[in-house]
């Protein structure tokens, strides 16, 4: 588990990046919280750096559009998932459980993001 | 509508084919490239593909399910040499002939040349063949390059170039380079990003020609003032001519591109032209969304028979070099004025050698008080704000006038 940020830091709207590997976004959407690969399938654009809109996140790129829920795209360009993770509050603080960590690349790898959104 | 035919295989071209399933299409549907590779990706080509960070399995444009799902019949490799007066009839290159009764041009622009013979370790990169080409002249130990055209593909080119460890120099014709496309003080913000990727970038001074045996390899580039850039490799950027050669004879009116209307459509009601090779409403563009973004437009009014919906979408392009990423949206003129909303233009990029990136700015231009564009280099988040509120704006004028 990876602690993220308090939760009154993440206001609803707003998202946060995490530096891990891959890098991982945190995003408060309307009060609920997701994480993702920050990644976009796609190509090499930062999802937390997009625009939320309920439950999805358009890439600042190209404009493909994720369902933070499931991690599948939405439209095109983007045709593969990306890797949706655990979320817990405790004590007031945003943590997330980073799945499978070890094999992924995070630059969009076909395998590692499909297995982890299957999931 | 019974068959409709694609003249173009890249990235305009599949769009109008997934529009045309997408909007109920049934029929016949023929995709005619001339290149022999199934559609992929160019931005790439100049940037991760270059430098080996993608492979040619990352350009794809479409997977095997999807082809399979369009249900078209692919003459790939094949060249259209022309359209006959009725616009519903294609004549291929070895002379046989494609009917439809609808029609996408989707040819889009090549890349324009230098004149002179042919010499080895000259480049241009506009198709896959291009890039592979230079790719492996660039994997043969450090060279000198020499890139002529500092707009968008030589920029990236050369920081491509820069980042596999080659000696690069820009040649620009203009005192400054992409000044038409981001105005004076945005472009200079750009110009800088070459120092930082140690490129050497020079201006006001064209090219004379190239130097070397004909048939042989180029080994020099020579200035109009006379100077001798030596080079072992030459990347030839100096601007796109939209592919209309083969309409000549045909009744499409053609200057710089097809003419079509809002719409996308041309001087024939069943046929409508998309992408690089499309004048829209006056205007070409040679950006990706708008290549991805005119065919929804372009095929309903095929479909409908004449024009029912109006293509104009707010301009959008992007560009990757020296690690920073630069977007623009909107119609600038010159004349607008450029105002940094965001960050500074002091180091808009950070400094590459550390790894790290700067702030980043978003710039936004102005004329009369009202926002016609803006210009972001690492600064995805508040672009896209100022991006939405153009598109905002842009509607509430279509729908107002
Ligand atoms: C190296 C590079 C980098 C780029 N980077 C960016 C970027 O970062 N951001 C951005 O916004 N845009 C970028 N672009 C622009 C973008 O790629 C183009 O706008 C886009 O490819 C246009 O698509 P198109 O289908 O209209 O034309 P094209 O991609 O040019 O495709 C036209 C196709 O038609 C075929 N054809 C031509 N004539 C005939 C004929 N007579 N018969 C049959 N087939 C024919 C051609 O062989 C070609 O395959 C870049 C382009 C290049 C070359
Ligand atoms: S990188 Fe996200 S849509 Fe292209």
Redesign the pocket.
């Known amino acids: 588990m990876i602690p993220v940020c308090r939760l009154e830091d993440l206001p609803a709207g707003d998202s946060v990046r995490l530096d891990t590997t891959p890098p991982v976004a945190v995003f408060n959407a309307d009060g609920e919280l997701y994480a993702i690969d920050d990644t976009c399938s796609h190509q090499d654009a930062s999802l937390s750096e997009g625009w939320l809109e309920g439950c999805l996140i358009e890439c600042p790129l190209h404009a493909a559009s994720f369902d933070l829920r499931t991690g599948r795209p939405t439209c095109l360009p983007a045709r593969r998932p990306v890797r949706t993770h655990q979320v817990y509050v405790e004590d007031g603080v945003i943590h997330v459980l980073v799945a499978s960590a070890t094999g992924a690349t995070g630059d969009g790898d076909a395998s590692a993001a499909g297995k982890g959104s299957a999931a | 509508m019974r068959a409709v035919i694609v003249?173009?295989?890249?990235?305009?071209?599949?769009?109008a084919a997934r529009e045309l399933r997408a909007q109920g299409f049934d029929g016949r549907l023929v995709v005619?490239?001339?290149?022999p590779?199934p559609?992929y990706?160019?931005?790439?080509?100049?940037?991760s593909f270059l430098t080996g960070t993608a492979d040619e399995d990352r350009l794809a444009l479409a997977d095997e399910e999807e082809t399979a799902e369009l249900a078209a019949e692919w003459l790939l490799g094949?060249?259209?040499?022309a359209l006959d007066a009725r616009g519903r009839t294609v004549v291929l290159?070895d002379g046989r002939t494609v009917t439809g009764d609808g029609v996408v041009i989707?040819?889009?622009?090549?890349?324009r040349r230098l004149p002179g013979p042919p010499l080895a370790g000259v480049h241009t990169?506009?198709?896959l063949d291009d890039?592979r080409a230079l790719r492996a002249d660039l994997t043969r130990g450090p060279q000198r390059v020499v890139v002529i055209g500092g707009g968008?593909?030589g920029a990236?080119?050369a920081s491509s170039c820069a980042v596999l460890g080659h000696d690069v120099t820009v040649v620009e014709a203009a005192p400054l380079p992409l000044a038409a496309q981001l105005g004076p003080q945005m472009a200079s913000v750009c110009a800088g990003l070459h120092a930082r990727g140690g490129v050497a970038l020079l201006t006001g001074v064209g090219v004379a020609g190239l130097r070397g045996a004909a048939g042989r390899s180029v080994t020099a580039v020579e200035l109009a003032d006379g100077r001798l850039l030596p080079a072992d490799v030459v990347v030839v950027g100096i601007g796109?001519i939209p592919?209309t050669?083969?309409l000549a004879g045909s009744p499409l009116a053609v200057d710089d591109g097809i003419l079509c209307d809002d719409g996308c459509v041309t001087t024939l009601p069943q046929v409508v032209a998309?992408?690089?090779?499309?004048r829209v409403g006056g205007a070409r563009?040679?950006?990706?969304?708008?290549?991805t973004e005119q065919p929804r437009a372009a095929v309903r009014n095929l479909l409908a028979g004449h024009t029912v919906e109006s293509a104009h979408s707010l301009p959008?392009?992007?560009?990757?070099q020296y690690g920073s990423r630069i977007q623009f949206a909107g119609h600038r003129t010159s004349g607008d004025i450029a105002r940094i909303v965001e960050g500074s233009s002091a180091d808009p990029g950070g400094d590459p050698t550390a790894g790290a990136r700067g702030g980043g700015l978003l710039a936004v231009y102005e004329r009369a008080g009202r926002t016609t564009a803006a210009l972001a280099i690492d600064c995805a988040r508040p672009f896209m704000k100022a991006r939405r509120g153009l598109a905002a704006d842009r509607a509430a004028e279509l729908a107002g006038v």
């Open positions: 003249v173009g295989a890249s990235l305009a071209g599949l769009y005619i490239g001339a290149e590779h559609p990706d160019r931005p790439p080509l100049s940037k094949t060249r259209v040499r290159d989707a040819t889009g622009a090549a890349a990169v506009r198709t890039a968008f593909i990236e080119t796109a592919n050669q083969w998309v992408g690089d090779v499309a563009a040679e950006h990706w969304t708008s290549a959008y392009f992007w560009s990757d």
